[in-house]
């Protein structure tokens, strides 16, 4: 899927990070209401492009709140200590809600390693999030040691056209079981999910193979790692395998973009279409503070079988 040409409003310019998604957008003051032909031209964009990112942003919660507002309503995460101040706005930090460098042995450090392996936001839902929307307040300095602590996103689109037709053929009965516990079984020492937690988030199927209703009935490929690793109707053991290859196959060059943080970067991110993961970067040595805000999905994701993808044809 080649990128449309990028293209530039009165107010700001929108440039291409790479050829397998993202832009940045440069000149845009999102503390402020957007006018109308700019905030069209910011959804067109984001739709394009799967991910933008703006620079320069001094903003407060409220307003990347607000922000954020016109993709949606907000999801509360399921677990309210994770949050800071409004239960929308959650705290992706080694450091604590009052500006305290947090031990990398510490549960609310140890909890985001999860976000190391590829995952869409609240794919454990029955309807999973739309977008997610993370501000660099402290992000790790060029030439850091340790790792780089980027966010690298794949595109599902271009992973699943890539396919061989054998292969689309062998995932379209396909379903992956997403549960939220998951994430915390893989490390031991995290407390266990609350019973009210469990309860709020049950385990869920999902298709393997999406398809996105707002663009023509385009297919993209769907899976997560830190959600779960059972494929629906393959053994534990064939289905974890299959789960693997699909892993390594998403990690391929030509689907990613890796963003490197700056100070002050808003990346908004597509969760139906992108999946993401945190790179490694030296908790103990340095700090690393973003504030996410996460825009809920509006259906119950759609598979090649949904009957609304059926009655279309
Ligand atoms: C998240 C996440 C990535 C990162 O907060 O959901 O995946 O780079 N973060 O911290
Ligand atoms: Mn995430």
């Given at each position: 899927?080649?990128?449309?040409?990028?293209?530039?409003?009165?107010?700001?310019?929108?440039?291409?990070?790479?050829?397998?998604?993202?832009?940045?957008?440069?000149?845009?003051?999102?503390?402020?209401?957007?006018?109308?032909?700019?905030?069209?031209?910011?959804?067109?964009?984001?739709?394009?492009?799967?991910?933008?990112?703006?620079?320069?942003?001094?903003?407060?919660?409220?307003?990347?709140?607000?922000?954020?507002?016109?993709?949606?309503?907000?999801?509360?995460?399921?677990?309210?200590?994770?949050?800071?101040?409004?239960?929308?706005?959650?705290?992706?930090?080694?450091?604590?809600?009052?500006?305290?460098?947090?031990?990398?042995?510490?549960?609310?450090?140890?909890?985001?390693?999860?976000?190391?392996?590829?995952?869409?936001?609240?794919?454990?839902?029955?309807?999973?999030?739309?977008?997610?929307?993370?501000?660099?307040?402290?992000?790790?300095?060029?030439?850091?040691?340790?790792?780089?602590?980027?966010?690298?996103?794949?595109?599902?689109?271009?992973?699943?056209?890539?396919?061989?037709?054998?292969?689309?053929?062998?995932?379209?009965?396909l379903?992956m079981v997403?549960?939220?516990?998951f994430?915390?079984?893989?490390?031991?020492?995290?407390?266990?999910?609350?019973?009210?937690?469990?309860?709020?988030?049950?385990?869920?199927?999902?298709?393997?193979?999406?398809?996105?209703?707002?663009?023509?009935?385009?297919?993209?490929?769907?899976?997560?790692?830190?959600?779960g690793n059972e494929i629906s109707g393959m053994t534990l053991e064939d289905g974890q395998a299959f789960h693997q290859?699909?892993?390594?196959?998403?990690?391929?060059?030509?689907?990613?973009?890796?963003?490197?943080?700056?100070?002050?970067?808003?990346?908004?991110?597509?969760?139906?279409?992108?999946?993401?993961?945190?790179?490694?970067?030296?908790?103990?040595?340095?700090?690393?503070?973003?504030?996410?805000?996460?825009?809920?999905?509006?259906?119950?994701?759609?598979?090649?079988?949904?009957?609304?993808?059926?009655?279309?044809?």
């Amino acid at each position: 899927m080649a990128l449309e040409a990028d293209f530039r409003t009165d107010t700001f310019a929108i440039n291409p990070l790479g050829p397998a998604l993202g832009a940045e957008v440069v000149g845009l003051d999102l503390s402020k209401p957007l006018s109308a032909e700019d905030e069209a031209a910011v959804k067109q964009a984001f739709q394009t492009y799967h991910l933008l990112c703006f620079r320069d942003q001094v903003f407060t919660a409220e307003e990347q709140v607000a922000f954020s507002e016109l993709f949606g309503p907000l999801e509360v995460f399921p677990e309210k200590d994770k949050t800071k101040g409004e239960s929308t706005v959650y705290n992706v930090a080694n450091v604590s809600a009052v500006g305290e460098q947090l031990d990398p042995n510490d549960h609310r450090v140890i909890y985001q390693k999860v976000n190391l392996r590829w995952h869409t936001d609240s794919s454990y839902r029955y309807i999973p999030s739309l977008a997610s929307l993370m501000y660099g307040q402290e992000v790790i300095p060029e030439g850091a040691t340790g790792g780089g602590g980027e966010t690298e996103f794949s595109n599902m689109l271009l992973a699943y056209a890539a396919l061989s037709d054998e292969m689309k053929a062998r995932i379209e009965p396909l379903h992956m079981v997403h549960y939220y516990e998951f994430g915390r079984r893989i490390y031991p020492q995290l407390p266990p999910v609350s019973h009210d937690e469990r309860i709020e988030v049950p385990p869920t199927c999902h298709p393997l193979v999406r398809v996105h209703a707002d663009r023509d009935h385009a297919r993209s490929l769907f899976i997560t790692t830190n959600a779960g690793n059972e494929i629906s109707g393959m053994t534990l053991e064939d289905g974890q395998a299959f789960h693997q290859e699909l892993n390594e196959y998403v990690s391929s060059a030509e689907f990613c973009y890796k963003h490197k943080w700056r100070t002050n970067d808003l990346v908004m991110w597509d969760n139906r279409v992108l999946l993401h993961r945190a790179k490694e970067y030296d908790m103990q040595r340095y700090r690393r503070a973003f504030r996410r805000t996460t825009v809920g999905g509006s259906a119950p994701i759609l598979g090649p079988y949904s009957q609304a993808v059926l009655n279309a044809k």
